[in-house]
Nanobody, 121 residues
Framework: QVQLVESGGGLVQAGGSLRLSCAASGFTLDYYAIGWFRQAPGKERETLSC????????YYADSVKGRFAISRDNAKKTVYLQMNSLKPEDTAVYYC??????????????WGQGTQVTVSS
């Protein structure tokens, strides 16, 4: 079955970095766009980034542009989110999801369980 498993979250000081991984199984990652999202307590889920199936196209929300970088290694069946210059307001549960068509569709049909990122001030 389709599975997405996030890892790499943790506790980091403001200004620090983390790299999240999204390991895919049960489908051919090469064919799908993958998105990263986050949800903080009491807030709506926020779309952070998306990468096309080939990796040629990427999208970033304004809130993370210039600080976060999405990448993928289809051979390793993994998508990454490099997060730099982290701020306390980046604290949230981070999720990856499999896209339906292009990133521009903004539709996703399979989700991981999430990984907690906590940024201390």
């Amino acid at each position: 079955q389709v599975q997405l498993v996030e890892s790499g979250g943790g506790l980091v000081q403001a200004g620090g970095s983390l790299r999240l991984s999204c390991a895919a199984s049960g489908f051919t990652l090469d064919y799908y766009a993958i998105g990263w999202f986050r949800q903080a307590p009491g807030k709506e889920r926020e779309t952070l980034s998306c990468i096309s199936s080939s990796g040629a196209s990427t999208y970033y929300a304004d809130s993370v542009k210039g600080r976060f970088a999405i990448s993928r290694d289809n051979a390793k069946k993994t998508v990454y989110l490099q997060m730099n210059s982290l701020k306390p307001e980046d604290t949230a549960v981070y999720y990856c999801a499999r896209g339906v068509g292009l990133c521009s569709n903004n539709r996703y049909n399979y989700w991981g369980q999430g990984t907690q990122v906590t940024v201390s001030s």
